[in-house]
């Protein structure tokens, strides 16, 4: 305390008092600068008169007063001292009656502290009372605050809290996707989650003890018990959120542990991350600012640090888990996830710039920020890296029969799920544009004109890019068959699908008519070039040429029946083989075999009916009908045989 000792000399008598008075007035009307000897003179008698003052409220009446109010206090605050039980369960009367008493305690020590009191003065002691009774009513404040926190704390409410879709519910191993895995369109179908199911204010304290809980906040702030409060509230509240996150199945993970975690784990994990993080933010986070509010709203920065206090470590438990992410490796077969998990955070943007908007959360926002920053870069890398990946995918034997690889399905089904990112992928992608017009193929690659056109979009020019990588790569693979005929066989299966995804999905408004019209036509190109590789010479062999007497224009029976006897072998050799093929798309089957058989039976039905008189029936192993329903056979992808078969 300061020591109010006056350096006035005493004057003798009230009336030279009040002379001496009178005097230093009219001196002061006629001085308009003062010395600083007059100025140091003139502190010390203000000085003298406060403490005069003090002096005259403290006597009698004023401090009789005092000590009865602080007795009073006292004794209401210290029948709680050896209570074990909650005061504010013995009903609201009594929390009110011992509110008002610690107010009474605040105020007393408030009045008291006021008195310059000094450390000899009997009062000094009452000020000391007075102290002991606040910090004691503060302490059970605080005691009573945790425990209203911890007792009212709402039940989470079910319907935002299980959330596993039937997607993840039927998640296996064997459902596990990785590059060149043709299920990726099964395995990595998107959650839907409606915004209205994730915007909502729960009550996560009762409501009928929230005036409570500001009347104790209110008054030990006032009593310049702040910290404690806050300390209690967001010891409390981290609590809470730190359950929230366990219900919501999100343990706590480092880095490390991440990066380490197998794809079928980590899989599965980044789906409950998006879901949680929606839920998160925009249902308890909210919430929880609005309990902020709620109880510390009347006491100004307070209610936001409580807030931020209360929800970072959370907060930043769920962002550690999103850089984890962004800094793995950059797998094709986790794009799709990384994108859901950049879509989550720039759709929640908004919302987080807003519940972190004052500088005691600037660390958070910021944090936010740079997570979303790190995921975009991601997906840029890890989109590039799918390209490079499809580029190297080798192999060093022939894809059986001839079908749709594992690696086309792949692709074109990636490609189509990532439409559902379009404006994303624009907006990562608008400054990594192709620079290179060589990676796409001429016949494959829009003209310059269409492109300026159409104005087509980074995604798009993307996504015919990886299509172009794809045929490169798929007429590598065709090399690899010795039989030219199924090495056309082979592209016109993939091209095919290639152009039917397309055509039947969203990517047909990505690649556009002109890029679909050249696909199907240069499967259709692969269809003719097959047909000629396979039938061509098999169909030479019911041609007139070669078939004559020497010297003569008349047909020699024996090379006839030569001539049949060849056709016929070549025919079931080709039957035989053919019949492995496969083509999986059953219009295209359907197609190839009409096409064929229309060249066969028309070419075997006219030479048989050429020289009918020159064969008997014995020679004709085959009718036309025979070797039509024969055609019908091939691209089934299972093996079957005529050479132990007879005339039908």
């Known amino acids: 305390m300061?020591?109010?000792?006056?350096?006035?000399?005493?004057?003798?008598?009230e009336e030279n008092l009040i002379a001496a008075t009178r005097h230093i007035v009219k001196a002061l009307g006629s001085k308009k600068n003062l010395t600083d000897s007059a100025r140091k003179i003139l502190a010390e008698l203000g000085t003298q008169l406060s403490a005069m003052a003090v002096e005259n409220e403290t006597n009698g009446d004023g401090v009789s007063e005092i000590e009865d109010r602080l007795n009073a206090v006292e004794e209401k605050l210290l029948s709680w001292e050896e209570d074990q039980s909650m005061i504010w369960d013995s009903g609201p009367?009594?929390?009110?009656?011992?509110?008002?008493?610690?107010?009474?305690?605040?105020?007393?020590?408030?009045?008291?502290?006021?008195?310059?009191?000094?450390?000899?003065?009997?009062?000094?002691?009452?000020?000391?009372?007075?102290?002991?009774?606040?910090q004691k009513a503060m302490e059970r404040l605080e005691e009573e605050f945790r425990q209203l926190l911890v007792e009212n704390r709402q039940p989470l409410e079910p319907e935002h809290v299980s959330f596993r879709s039937s997607e993840e519910d039927a998640l296996d191993e064997g459902s596990i996707i990785s590059f060149g895995d043709e299920s990726v369109e099964d395995s990595l179908?998107?959650?839907?989650?409606?915004?209205?199911?994730?915007?909502?204010?729960?009550?996560?304290?009762?409501?009928?003890?929230?005036?409570?809980?500001?009347?104790?906040?209110?008054?030990?702030?006032n009593s310049n018990y702040d910290q404690e409060c806050y300390q209690a509230y967001t010891s409390v509240r981290k609590d809470a959120l730190d359950e929230c996150l366990f219900i919501l199945e999100m343990e706590k993970l480092s880095i490390e542990d991440v990066l380490r975690m197998e794809w079928n784990s980590l899989n599965s994990k980044i789906k409950r991350?998006?879901?949680?993080?929606?839920?998160?933010?925009?249902?308890?986070?909210?919430?929880?600012?609005?309990?902020?509010?709620?109880?510390?709203?009347?006491?100004?920065?307070?209610?936001?640090?409580?807030?931020?206090?209360?929800?970072?470590?959370?907060?930043?438990?769920l962002l550690n888990?999103?850089?984890?992410?962004?800094?793995?490796?950059?797998?094709?077969?986790?794009?799709?996830?990384?994108?859901?998990?950049?879509?989550?955070?720039?759709?929640?943007?908004?919302?987080?710039?807003?519940?972190?908007?004052?500088?005691?959360?600037?660390?958070?926002?910021?944090?936010?920020?740079?997570?979303?920053?790190?995921?975009?870069?991601?997906?840029?890398?890890t989109f590039l890296e799918f390209k490079n990946a499809i580029a190297s995918n080798a192999s060093t034997n022939p894809f059986a029969g001839g079908g749709t690889h594992h690696l086309t399905r792949y692709v074109m089904n990636y490609v189509k799920i990532l439409t559902d990112y379009s404006d994303i992928l624009n907006l990562l992608l608008k400054d990594h544009d192709e620079d290179d017009p060589s990676s796409l193929s001429p016949d494959m690659s829009p003209s310059r004109e269409e492109e300026n056109k159409s104005g087509i979009s980074p995604m798009a020019r993307h996504f015919r890019s990886i299509a172009s990588v794809l045929e490169s790569n798929l007429d590598e693979k065709s090399k690899l068959y010795k039989d030219h005929a199924l090495q056309h066989f082979f592209l016109m299966n993939n091209i095919h699908y290639m152009a039917q995804k397309v055509k039947g999905s969203e990517l047909r408004h990505r690649f556009g008519d002109e890029w679909t019209r050249k696909c199907n036509w240069k499967f259709q190109q692969h269809a003719m070039n097959y047909e000629r590789a396979s039938w061509s010479s098999i169909l030479s062999l019911l041609k007139d040429e070669g078939i004559q007497n020497p010297g003569s224009n008349s047909i020699s029976k024996t090379l006839l029946k030569e001539r049949l006897r060849s056709f016929y072998l070549a025919f079931e050799e080709t039957y035989k083989t053919q019949t492995t093929w496969l083509i999986p798309d059953l219009q295209l089957r359907e197609d190839l075999r009409i096409s064929t058989s229309l060249k066969v039976i028309q070419a075997y039905r006219t030479f048989v009916g050429r020289h009918a008189s020159h064969i008997s029936d014995k020679h004709i192993k085959y009718s036309a009908d025979d070797l039509e329903i024969f055609l019908l056979d091939l691209f089934e992808g299972s093996p079957k045989s005529l050479q132990n078969c007879h005339r039908r």
């Open 321 to 381: 888990f999103g850089e984890a992410m962004s800094i793995g490796p950059h797998q094709p077969e986790k794009l799709s996830r990384i994108l859901d998990m950049y879509e989550v955070l720039a759709d929640l943007l908004p919302d987080m710039d807003t519940l972190y908007s004052d500088e005691a959360g600037s660390p958070v926002r910021i944090e936010f920020h740079e997570v979303l920053r790190r995921l975009g870069d991601s997906v840029r890398a």
């Open 273 to 317: 991350w998006v879901r949680t993080m929606k839920i998160f933010v925009r249902v308890y986070l909210a919430s929880e600012k609005c309990l902020s509010n709620q109880i510390f709203g009347e006491l100004g920065p307070a209610c936001v640090v409580c807030f931020v206090e209360a929800s970072k470590a959370s907060m930043l438990q």
């Open 189 to 221: 179908q998107r959650d839907s989650v409606s915004r209205a199911s994730e915007e909502c204010i729960l009550d996560l304290v009762h409501p009928d003890v929230i005036p409570d809980l500001r009347c104790i906040a209110n008054l030990m702030f």
């Open 2 to 13: 300061a020591d109010c000792e006056s350096t006035i000399p005493e004057l003798e008598g």
């Open 93 to 134: 009367e009594e929390a009110s009656e011992y509110l008002n008493a610690a107010d009474e305690a605040r105020k007393l020590t408030e009045r008291l502290e006021s008195l310059c009191l000094n450390k000899d003065d009997d009062e000094y002691k009452l000020l000391q009372r007075a102290h002991n009774c606040l």
